[in-house]
């Protein structure tokens, strides 16, 4: 029995929808190029939309001379910043993380400074997107040049370079959440002071680009003081309340749609600049207009994600009993605050006690601005940096105190017994059972196997050296009960709505607030509705997007659809059913108390076949010739549905590696994880959401990392040097799942949006150095080219620009050990 069936008393048909891998509904328009996406859009008397950028990072604007792009060719208007500088307002920061967080604003369009290269300094409107570009280079701009601040250790050091000089420093906040000892009162330093043992690491998280396949699109359209917007967005709801906060434009009076998306993985999940300058624009002009970046633009503008240097402490006795653990984090922010910039380490500081039993925990993080394009949500925001530090240094205390690395997990971890589990960051991890879903990935690798393999290879010295590589993961996804988010100073709840219309034919059609963009939520709202109501598959239509359609939501991000969107539905249905009973009572003249409900058919209990069904009183209330006195002739219903805790996936993923020690080339050998998301409603979906994720974080360990010169220019603008890997540079996955129904929403299920993502990259990089740990390597930065992992077993260090276990955040100039255990630094022969 299902968690629905169990809840509704519901018998689906024979066939269960639930737990059934359908094909994705929405695959044959996409893939066949049958839908439209923005940029397909095209409106009479629609004008197109170029920007020109800025090409310095940190500079003054001295000079804008734009009359020879008013003469080019089909060129309609130019509008700089100071033309827009009354009505542009500030984009919004929603996640002000602490009280004294300080946000120096973000225009849209930089008016007397540029803070980042690829800041919009003027838009030109022409009668094509090609004149409007083509007059791009006739702007003639002058800036006075600024020291520009990129490093963020630099940044925060006494004396340094402010990126906004009217600010005292380039902190943006300081964030603390010290967890203390738990039960002793006495603060987490005196648990790290008692420990037998401490170690100490500076861990680099890369800077990421969301590289979404479809690039940012825009269509403004107003019609008198009615606009409607289209935007490749993953949250045309919240953009839409934002966008009208913003422009002054009333909320009432703008729509806002969302057509099919080709992705975000965060990166939509953003109010674009170029979003309020179509708005603004369209508003001047009375005209529609267009914007579509290029893919430079892309890689350039966009919100980047990860970007954190942490420095992780973790304590434990002799016998490897974990007694602390001490975080403090830079969190590069970039020039500004974006949408939820500054919540992105925040939402991580809960996460990094992982899956373990930590008496004592403290977690400081300093947002930091730079001269780099803000940093904001990217696929697992903050939880794949927790789960990457936590995994790193696991392996690293294992090998300090001479322990497997598995063992020390399982010595720590929560046991199956110990759910509902309340971990020192106060998190309360709904279900699971960590010891069986290791067990089943070990099997799947063939770990017993692989680790001969790796001995024997150690033993003969050979060129390629093999490493195995352990993560065991959970995550807080599902966001979330509004009132935490609240407690967290985040600016909106974290519910869902849906809406299920009885049409008089039968059919169905569902009305979701969340926003897929490559989920399939079409086909997995489908099922559960089919299961629910008792209805076809076919014949249910789900409806996403569009606020003029569905009008409450709070969109798609932070594995949130199924588990509180998901479950919105399914409320819904049961009201559905609920009101349904009460006609199908009265149309059979029997008691509601006496009706079984059984594969979409009401019946008088012991008359089983015999009755109606609901798609049958559908027409009848449609009809309303016949319903009881006192009820509304309509069973449709709708249900917002705000969840009491988030949904904490988890699972055990495990990379062997093989690492050529001569040429520093890596190749994984075989990638095995079983992860646990509860209720699976759809598994064909799932495992490609595994499947995506895991080439996601993948990626961060082996592949891409966004580079800016010392200028600030980034230089891996085009994907010639931005290194998304393709299905090729991927191993085959070998995946299985174990299922812990989730207490905490109807449908029993946990978010697999990201999972992979914040699973594999420690996994991988665990991998590699326990490939080369026996050659003196402790370290090596992401992403693992040849070049660093070289480096990094022939020159020490971590291959990147400085030796590894040097410094920790409280000064430490070496892994700080009171045991005698040691590792130091200098002995690796480091080349900082
Ligand atoms: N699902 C399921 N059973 C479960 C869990 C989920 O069948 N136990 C299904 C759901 O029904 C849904 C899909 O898996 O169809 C993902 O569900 P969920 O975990 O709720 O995640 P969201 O739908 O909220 O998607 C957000 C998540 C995030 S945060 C990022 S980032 C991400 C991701 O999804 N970006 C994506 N996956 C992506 N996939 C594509 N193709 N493109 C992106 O941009």
Redesign the pocket.
């Known amino acids: 029995m299902t968690a629905v069936e169990e809840r509704t008393g519901t018998t689906p048909g024979p066939e269960k929808e639930i737990g059934k891998a359908r094909r994705r509904k929405e695959d044959a328009r996409l893939i066949t190029g049958k839908t439209t996406w923005t940029d397909n859009m095209v409106l009479p008397g629609m004008l197109h939309l170029a920007v020109v950028r800025s090409p310095v990072a940190h500079a003054r604007i001295t000079h804008v001379d734009v009359s020879a792009v008013r003469e080019a060719p089909g060129v309609i208007a130019v509008f700089t910043g100071s033309d827009l500088a009354e009505e542009q307002g500030s984009l919004p920061c929603a996640w002000p993380v602490t009280p004294e967080m300080v946000n120096p604003g973000h225009p849209s369009i930089a008016v007397d400074q540029v803070n980042h290269v690829g800041e919009a300094v003027a838009v030109i409107v022409a009668r094509s997107k090609t004149a409007a570009q083509d007059a791009v280079e006739l702007a003639d701009i002058d800036y006075e040049p600024l020291p520009v601040v990129l490093d963020m250790e630099e940044a925060v050091a006494d004396g340094a370079d402010l990126v906004h000089d009217h600010l005292e420093s380039n902190t943006s906040y300081h964030f603390v959440f010290d967890a203390g000892e738990m039960g002793t009162g006495s603060d987490t330093d005196q648990a790290f002071a008692d420990a037998d043992v401490v170690v100490s690491r500076r861990l680099i998280q890369q800077r990421l680009i969301p590289a ?1 396949m479809e690039p940012r699109s825009v269509v403004v359209q107003p019609q008198g003081d009615n606009y409607t917007m289209w935007s490749a967005t993953q949250i045309p709801h919240i953009l839409r309340v934002m966008a009208a906060m913003v422009t002054g434009i009333p909320e009432h009076k703008l729509r806002v749609v969302a057509p099919d998306v080709g ?4 990166g939509k999940l953003q109010v674009n600049p170029e979003e309020i300058l179509c708005l603004l624009i369209a508003r001047r002009l009375g005209k529609p207009v267009k914007w579509t970046e290029t893919r430079s633009e892309s890689l350039m503008t966009a919100h980047h994600g990860r970007d954190q240097i942490q420095y992780v402490d973790i304590a434990a006795d002799r016998e490897g009993n974990l007694k602390g653990l001490r975080v403090r984090l830079l969190a590069d922010m970039g020039a500004y605050l974006r949408l939820i910039t500054p919540g992105v380490p925040a939402l991580g500081a809960f996460m990094y006690p992982g899956i373990y039993k930590f008496p004592a925990y403290r977690f400081e993080c300093d947002g930091v601005f730079t001269n780099k394009v803000p940093t904001d949500a990217y ?2 925001a903050g939880r794949p940096e927790a789960t990457f530090a936590i995994e790193r240094i696991m392996d690293e205390l294992a090998v300090e105190l001479g322990m497997d690395p598995l063992e020390l997990r399982r010595k720590n971890w929560i046991n199956a017994d110990e759910f509902p589990f309340t971990t020192v960051a106060g998190l309360a991890y709904d279900s699971g059972d960590y010891e069986t879903a290791t067990q089943q990935a070990l099997e799947l690798l063939g770990y017993d196997e692989l680790r001969a393999e790796q001995q024997r290879r150690r033993e003969s010295g050979d060129r390629v050296q093999l490493g195995i590589g352990i993560s065991t993961f959970t995550e807080m ?1 599902g966001l979330a009960p509004s009132r935490v988010l609240g407690s967290l100073s985040f600016g909106a709840g974290g519910w869902e709505h849906a809406a299920i219309r009885m049409l008089p034919t039968g059919k169905v059609e569902v009305v979701t607030g ?1 926003t ?6 079409e ?2 709202w489908s099922q559960l509705v089919a299961d629910s109501l008792g209805v076809p598959f076919e014949d249910v239509e789900v409806l996403h997007g569009d606020t003029a359609i569905s009008s409450r939501g709070l969109d ?8 509180v969107g ?1 479950s919105a539905v399914v409320k819904a249905a049961d009201k559905v059913i609920a009101k349904a009973r009460k006609i199908a009572a009265h149309l059979l003249e029997a008691s509601e108390d006496d009706l079984d409900f059984e594969a979409g058919k009401f019946s008088v209990r012991g008359t089983p076949g015999t009755g109606l069904g609901i798609q049958e009183i559908a027409l009848a209330i449609f009809a309303a010739h016949n319903y009881p006195e006192g009820i509304e002739p309509s069973i449709d219903a709708e249900a917002t549905f705000d969840p009491e805790n988030f949904s904490f996936p988890h699972g055990t993923h495990l990379c062997a590696m093989e690492v050529d020690t001569e040429t520093g080339f890596v190749k994984i050998r075989k990638y095995a994880c079983v992860d646990d ?6 598994p064909l ?2 495992e490609g ?1 595994v499947h ?2 895991l080439a996601q974080g993948i990626a961060q360990a082996l592949y891409e990392e966004a580079v800016y010169d010392a200028d600030g220019n980034l230089t891996t603008g085009t994907f010639v040097d931005y290194l998304v890997p393709s299905a090729n540079d991927l191993p085959h996955f070998d995946t299985g799942n174990t299922v812990h129904s989730a207490p905490g929403n109807p449908i029993g ?6 999972a992979g993502c914040i699973a594999s990259t420690p996994a991988v990089v665990n991998a590699a150095l326990d490939a080369v740990r026996h050659l003196g390597v402790t370290d090596i930065r992401m992403p693992l080219t040849p070049e660093r992992v070289w480096r990094a077993i022939h020159r020490g260090g971590d291959g990147g620009d400085r030796a590894t276990a040097g410094s920790n955040a409280y000064g430490g100039a070496q892994t700080e050990t009171t045991a005698g255990v040691s590792t130091d630094a200098s002995s690796l022969g480091g080349d900082r």
């Open positions: 979404f992705g975000g993985f965060g696929r697992g996804c969340s897929p963009h490559g989920q399939g939520h086909t997995a798609t991000y932070g594995s949130r659809s199924l588990v998901g998301v509860g209720t699976i409603v759809n979906i799932v959401q995506g994720g299920a946990k978010g697999v949006g990201e």
